[in-house]
């Protein structure tokens, strides 16, 4: 195997090749947010693509009232299209450099099917005078012929596309390399040695390893019902560190009478997950919605009433919680309303992230946002909308310093995930360098419901820009009805298998293990804290334990345990 990985202010990029070595089964994360002043070359040779572009036009053609043309190493035109196969249930990558002809426009890929379906395979904003790069994809649902164009809503601009590829994996091929990302990205290598008082090593000493905690946040949400179900309890707490509340501290369940605040719930609720060493994210501090605000906080509200109304509750609920909470979603769902916008103007969300590092300026401050990742379709919260969005925020005064975090809630429906696409919203907001969260997840009812789940769940925590996951899912008695993990009895749903399975997978050991001539044992291990026992293997039964912790800051770490015989 080999593996290569690197970073720059304008590339993240990581290879992974394993199997017979060939270019089909490995997956190139290379990506980045800036325009470049040439074309990066072609992801995978152009994989099935006819033609990159990167000599001449042949295999494209004009699409719709679109014109093409040759430049030099560009192709040019309000649309334009190639005719490929898809195999179904295969899983397809596309990556292009494109740019546009004058200032900046969104520039999409889309497949169009045989049934007369068009999937928007992902899109990014072009500018002129430089290439940026659009990384996208789609899983075929059947075998047929897909015409694949790149368009823009502003047809009195050309589009200019050059080193297109598109690159077929297999859902095993897919899977192997959420593995090896797994490998690389979530463990390391740890050599322990056992010796003696004198410094001498011990052969055949008896190693037990287990682990107390994991680095990585895998959690999931809980709700009020948590307080009065010790079996809503004590599931939870066997099973999650990290949890988000689904309501109660928002604006609308804190202060549901103009000036009468209320956190007994809320903070029941802080209670039980501090007696049980559970980490909270704050959701949130203002929803964006209009329709999601106190009954007395309506479209008739002034701006000066808002304006008083949200500093205190902005000062309210974050210096409650302050240094008390891993993270905060400031602004909900900011892409897809403008409620304190139209308000109180456009910098609203901004002035607001601000204020809420000054109140609270050890805690993490995320925007949240549906749709981002879980349906290309929705222009609104697409990738490049949400980088933009940030960088307005990041832009306002006092913010260049902001500990931002980008939180996309991943409410997939009941159908295939599109995990192409998903994989590259990861690679795109990734290269930002801010911390990925997905932070709502959940998935449709439907026949596979649990099969989607674990792939969502697999394509998460094996994506490297990713660094904590929470799922929006539940017991049934507690009204999470559309994923479930557990029946009235408490009794696992096959959601809830699944969820158990990769918990499990996702930690190490316990393990029992033997040192070497040399007193060495060496092992990979999940990130997270471990404890260590060595015994002697003789009458005098002499052991130790010591704790250390496995960091991904430290690839090769290495443990010495020591024996006092």
Not at 18 to 35: E, Q, V
Not at 221 to 231: A, F, Q, V
Not at 337 to 350: C, M, T
Not at 422 to 435: C, I, N, Q
Request: with cysteine; net charge negative.
């Amino acid at each position: 195997m080999f593996k290569k990985a690197c970073t720059s202010l304008l590339f993240a990029c990581i290879f992974l090749y394993f199997g017979d070595g060939t270019s089909a089964s490995a997956y190139n994360y290379t990506t980045t947010t800036k325009c470049l002043k040439e074309p990066l070359e072609a992801l995978y040779g152009g994989g099935i693509i006819v033609n990159p572009v990167n000599h001449n036009i042949e295999g494209w053609k004009a699409f719709g009232q679109g014109k093409i043309r040759e430049r030099i190493s560009k192709t040019a035109s309000n649309s334009f299209s190639q005719k490929v196969q898809v195999e179904q249930g295969k899983i397809y990558t596309l990556s292009a450099s494109v740019q546009v002809s004058e200032g900046s426009e969104i520039v999409a890929v889309v497949f169009k099917f045989p049934t007369g379906e068009n999937i928007r395979g992902g899109d990014v904003v072009a500018e002129h005078g430089c290439w940026t790069l659009l990384k996208g994809g789609v899983v075929a649902n059947f075998t047929s012929l897909v015409e694949i164009f790149f368009e823009s809503k502003n047809t009195l601009v050309e589009i200019w596309v050059d080193n297109v590829s598109l690159q077929p994996f297999t859902k095993e091929e897919w899977k192997s390399h959420q593995d090896k990302s797994i490998i690389v990205g979530r463990k390391s290598k740890v050599r322990l040695q056992v010796t003696q008082a004198n410094k001498a090593p011990l052969t055949g000493a008896k190693v037990s390893i287990k682990q107390t905690k994991s680095d990585f946040p895998f959690g999931c949400c809980m709700n009020h019902n948590i307080l009065t179900s010790t079996d809503y309890q004590n599931w939870f707490a066997s099973r999650f560190r990290y949890t988000t509340f689904t309501n109660e501290m928002k604006w609308y369940s804190t202060e549901k009478i103009e000036g009468q605040e209320n956190y007994t719930i809320a903070d029941g609720m802080v209670k039980f997950s501090k007696e049980n060493g559970v980490s909270i994210r704050g959701h949130n501090v203002f929803w964006d919605d209009p329709k999601m605000q106190p009954g007395w906080v309506n479209s008739t509200i002034s701006p000066e009433k808002l304006r008083t109304a949200s500093a205190q509750r902005i000062n309210s609920v974050v210096s409650r919680y302050r240094g008390q909470l891993i993270a905060w979603d400031v602004m909900n769902e900011n892409l897809h309303f403008r409620f304190f916008e139209d308000k109180l103007g456009e910098n609203a969300s901004a002035a607001f992230y601000y204020t809420a590092q000054q109140l609270d300026p050890g805690t993490m401050m995320f925007m949240n946002e549906y749709n981002t990742m879980e349906y290309s379709g929705d222009e609104a919260s697409s990738p490049a909308n949400y980088k933009k969005k940030l960088e307005e925020i990041l832009s306002y005064p006092g913010n260049a310093n902001l500990t931002a975090g980008i939180g996309l809630q991943g409410h997939f429906g009941s159908g295939q995930p599109n995990l192409a696409y998903m994989r590259s919203v990861l690679d795109f907001l990734g290269a930002t360098g801010y911390p990925i969260w997905l932070t709502e997840v959940s998935v449709g009812v439907g026949p596979y419901q649990a099969q989607y789940l674990e792939e969502v769940l697999r394509e998460g925590y094996s994506h490297p820009a990713v660094q904590g996951i929470i799922m929006f899912v539940g017991p049934i008695t507690a009204g999470f009805n559309e994923t479930t993990l557990v029946d009235k009895n408490f009794n696992n749903t096959p959601s809830g298998d699944v969820v158990d399975k990769l918990i499990a997978e996702w930690k190490t050991g316990p393990l029992e293990m033997t040192t070497d001539d040399q007193g060495f044992i060496d092992v990979s291990l999940f990130h997270g804290d471990y404890e260590v026992t060595a015994a002697e293997d003789n009458v005098t039964n002499s052991s130790a334990t010591l704790s250390f912790k496995v960091t991904k800051d430290k690839p090769q770490a290495f443990v010495q345990v020591q024996i006092d015989t």
